[in-house]
């Protein structure tokens, strides 16, 4: 498939990698079995993959001040950035929100603002917040900046993994799976979106072939929770990407005990793109995306002021 309908593509990939390059990890593969691999995103920065996108938006953008939604992830990225940088950064948490994270990123220097509702309603504050005080909104998916830095795993599995068959992305907003779908552009390799059953916007907007709002979900992937696909993933995903499945929390809390098992500390949302490639076929070699690792005991690591 080729995208057509979107200004990013994979140059955009390339060139966050450059300018991220001092700011992130590049990640290691950890062999799951000979057919399998995990890439090793809960060792990022952070603790997860949403270093990649926070840094190219913060350092492309160039502002004195950003403000944006986050189940957590991306809001503990921003503001380990923004402290190292010089940056002020406020996250906006909706209702349900990890208070364990919400600490973190306030002892990384962060303001927290908490607001009631789902998703929908945490993006709607953290833009009136960005007008309001002339902050630079930098979405958690909904950005080029922020997809195209995301996109930067996918060209590090493809240089180390050449022979790849299929990846398997969790989904959440979208920014991941579309980073991916750009850097596979040119590249004949299944991308498989996962998404935890009663948060399928993804799913269920390609089946409409339109965006589709869905109500708040409550799965236990909490940085998966997004109920409408972002304006910048969407069309990218709706063009590229070749399955999208679902996943239920048991499968979700199946394939967590088998990556702990491995030695690989990953959190519930970080445990998705597994749950879907077990349950799911393939050809030859896979990899499955860990995306994060903010587990209980690394974030009482980072509130007790060890950095990673």
């Known amino acids: 498939m080729t995208i057509t309908d979107t200004p990013l593509g994979l140059a955009d990939v390339h060139a966050a990698a450059d300018r ?35 840094a190219n938006a913060m350092l492309g953008l160039t502002a004195d001040a950003v403000v944006t939604g986050s189940s957590g992830n991306h809001g503990i990225a921003l503001a380990l950035l923004g402290a190292a940088i010089g940056v002020r950064v406020t996250v906006v948490m909706a209702a349900g929100a990890s208070a364990a994270k919400a600490r973190v990123i306030r002892s990384l220097g962060a303001r927290v603002v908490k607001t009631d509702g789902g998703v929908a309603e945490r993006e709607r504050r953290a833009a009136e917040i960005a007008v309001a005080t002339g902050a630079a909104l930098v979405p958690s998916s909904d950005h080029p900046l922020v997809v195209a830095g995301a996109g930067t795993v996918g060209l590090e599995i493809f240089e180390d993994v050449p022979g790849v068959s299929t990846v398997f992305v969790p989904t959440g907003g979208g920014g991941l799976l579309a980073g991916v779908c750009l850097a596979a552009e040119a590249l004949p390799v299944r991308i498989v979106g996962v998404e935890p059953v009663d948060a399928r916007r993804y799913a269920l907007s390609r089946a409409a072939d339109r965006p589709v709002q869905l109500p708040p979900a409550t799965t236990i992937a909490d940085g998966l929770r997004g109920q409408r696909p972002g304006e910048v993933p969407w069309p990218i995903i709706r063009r590229r990407v070749d399955d999208l499945v679902g996943v239920t929390d048991d499968e979700i809390g199946h394939a967590l005990a088998v990556l702990r098992r491995a030695g ?33 005991l690394a974030l009482s690591t980072m509130d007790s002021g060890v950095r990673p």
């Open 20 to 54: 991220i390059a001092a700011h992130v990890r590049r990640t290691p593969l950890v062999a799951m079995g000979p057919r399998v691999m995990v890439k090793a995103e809960h060792r990022q920065r952070g603790g997860s993959f949403k270093a990649r996108g926070a």
């Open 264 to 296: 690989v500390a990953a959190e519930p949302s970080g445990a998705v793109a597994l749950a879907g490639a077990m349950g799911s076929g393939f050809p030859g070699r896979a990899v499955v995306i860990v995306s994060g690792g903010n587990t209980p």
